[in-house]
């Protein structure tokens, strides 16, 4: 009987190890399963604590009212941290639950809705200081210091970028709001892809994982390209000065387009233009395949027209970059894409403003010849145009549908979760250009899990010293 009873207790205790050992994710799960069997009790009960506790406190119970708050308070601080830590075991599985409907006591709802309907949030009333401190507000107000910056950079776009228009201060002041603006917003890109600062909490994650977590994101991308131009932008203009300021103006007017890009990641919080989003960006990627493909079709299909219509040409890379032979290879099949045939060209009847002659030896690219007849161009032109538009045309319609169909079924978990994502990282974010200001102490003692930040970098440099040797 004893040794049942040993044997019976050594069970149980390892059956406990094992609880032990199991992932957050997976005993939350299983706790919510053998005990309250449904994953929105906690919810649930807060929701109701906090309705008696104003139901008592209506009738004069304070001490009741008081007690009943503190319980709900209780339950909704542990249903935030079971799903923390359920985010940092699993991701995919801590969303999926956010999002999963369960019936509790006649309620059918899921986490997120069931607290936002109740009002499980903080307000600006009640906690105005972690109300402008909160990712939302911050995201909101980076945004619209965004497009106090837009309307700078456009009016000095269109009206200051040539010295000799360049006399007024408030042309001086939109240029330079634009250089800080850009300075403060890329430091902030930086600390999130590998600075020293850890306040995001992924000090488990290598320096090459967050760089290339951080380069799989579409909007990351368009950031960085943005910065790269306005830079370019930059050093155009004041060191490499002309009398026109054109190769300036069009590197700030092309930047200023991929700023007016990013802006867009402002309507990934709205309900309607979030998911019409997401859908562009999904469709890019489907198109970016299609013009891999596209490519080594037109550049066939354009050597073959150049090489028949102008045989033995001599000059294919003489000259300025812009009058380089390459771009009239490419030209005719890739409009034809578009429907816009040429055939005036293809069949060499077109023999106006041309130089009627054999072939170009000689390195003048001012010379231009006139195509020669050969009916083979318009043979190969058929085809490609059957090829082009029946079937590789149709092909990226037939994608963007899949991919429509692909986004529209998920489209309410892949909504919130860009909106979770763009909207988190602002829990530490200071919006640009005021993060300028906060810079040195951010560096030196800022808060984190670990200390601070100087301390870690020292630390980091140390162990790298450590790792290169004398």
């Given amino acids: 009987m004893n040794k049942k009873k040993k044997e019976d207790q050594q069970k149980y205790l390892a059956d406990k190890v094992e609880e032990l050992h199991n992932p957050v994710a997976k005993s939350a799960k299983g706790l919510c399963r053998k005990i309250l069997r449904y994953k929105v009790t906690g919810l649930v009960c807060s929701a109701i604590l906090k309705k008696l506790s104003k139901k008592a406190n209506n009738v004069k119970e304070q001490i009741l009212a008081s007690d009943l708050e503190e319980h709900s308070k209780l339950f909704e601080q542990r249903c935030l941290d079971i799903m923390d830590r359920m985010y940092e075991e699993n991701t995919k599985q801590a ?32 906690k105005p200081g972690k109300f402008f401190t909160a990712p939302l507000t911050k995201y909101v107000f980076n945004y619209m210091m965004f497009f106090t910056m837009l309307v700078m950079y456009s009016a000095f776009v269109l009206t200051s970028i040539s010295t000799k228009y360049y006399v007024q201060d408030i042309a001086r002041v939109f240029e330079y709001y634009v250089y800080f603006w850009g300075a403060g917003d890329f430091i902030e890109e930086l600390i999130s892809c590998f600075g020293c600062l850890e ?27 943005s910065y790269a131009l306005l830079i370019s932008a930059l050093f155009v203009r004041h060191f490499f000065i002309d009398e026109t300021f054109t190769i300036s103006r069009r590197m700030f007017a092309l930047s200023l387009l991929v700023m007016y890009m990013r802006f867009l990641e402002v309507f990934l919080i709205h309900r309607k233009l979030g998911p019409t989003l997401i859908m562009i960006k999904e469709m890019l990627k489907d198109l ?16 073959y027209y150049h090489a028949n219509l102008w045989p033995d040409h001599q000059t294919i890379w003489s000259g300025d970059w812009t009058n380089w032979r390459i771009w009239t290879i490419i030209y005719y099949p890739y ?4 429907a816009e045939l040429n055939l005036e060209h293809l069949d060499g009847s077109d023999q106006s403003d041309c130089t009627n002659v054999t072939s170009v030896w000689e390195s003048d690219t001012s010379i231009n010849r006139c195509p020669q007849e050969d009916w083979t161009v318009q043979a190969v032109a058929a085809i490609y145009l059957l090829f082009s538009n029946l079937l590789l045309v149709n092909l990226v319609i037939a994608m963007f549908s899949f991919t429509f169909e692909r986004v529209q079924e998920n489209s309410e978990k892949l909504w919130r979760f860009e909106r979770y994502t763009v909207i988190n990282d602002y829990d530490w974010r200071i919006p640009s250009p005021i993060n300028l200001v906060f810079l040195p102490y951010r560096f030196f003692c800022c808060p984190t899990r670990d200390g601070c930040c100087l301390h870690k970098c020292r630390g980091m440099f140390k162990r790298l010293n450590e790792r290169l040797g004398p």
């Avoid at 409907?101 to 069931?114: K, N, Q, R, V």
């Avoid at 306040?199 to 390209?225: C, E, P, Q, T």
Wanted: hydrophobic share 50%; proline share 1%.
């Fill in 95 to 126: 969303i999926d639950l956010m999002d999963t409907e369960a019936d509790i006591w006649g309620i059918h709802s899921s986490p997120l809705t069931f607290a936002y309907e109740n009002f499980m949030y903080d307000s600006a009333v009640t």
């Fill in 199 to 225: 306040a995001r909490g992924r000090s488990h994650r290598s320096y090459y994982s967050r760089m290339k977590r951080y380069l799989y994101d579409f909007w990351n991308i368009v950031d960085l390209l």
């Fill in 288 to 303: 970016l395949g299609f013009l891999f493909i596209a490519l080594f079709v037109v550049l066939g299909v354009g050597i």
């Fill in 335 to 338: 409009w034809q894409l578009y």
